[in-house]
């Protein structure tokens, strides 16, 4: 009798251009995923705290104060903790900004 693997099959990705990429440009000295998908992970941490929802509710294109609500002293704080935790730095006035995503303030700490 032939066993089977339950393992699920391996599917990366082949796709190549734009499509593959992900929503960051690279950061340079860095692989361009990991830091990218890093940072990503860590805003959402963060705002998951600030917000006091599980990690898995908060998306990359969740607005800040739209879509999650938060003030402007939460701003200042994801600000801080993301400057404390990662040595990243971001501009407050443009988290501060209307529309401003999870994917964006990514981005702009990860200095994009």
């Known amino acids: 009798m032939r066993r089977r693997s339950c393992a699920a099959p391996d599917h990366r990705p082949t796709t190549t251009g734009p499509a593959a990429r992900s929503p960051f440009p690279q950061i340079q000295g860095e692989p361009e995923m990991t830091t990218d998908i890093a940072v990503l992970d860590r805003v959402r941490q963060i705002v998951a705290v600030l917000t006091e929802r599980p990690v898995e509710e908060i998306r990359p294109e969740d ?39 999870v994917v964006r303030c990514a981005e702009l700490a990860a200095g994009h």
């Open 63 to 101: 607005r800040l104060f739209e879509d999650l609500s938060l003030d402007s002293l939460q701003i200042t704080e994801l600000a801080e903790k993301l400057e404390n935790d990662t040595g990243l730095s971001v501009d407050e006035d443009q988290l501060n900004a209307a529309g401003v995503t």
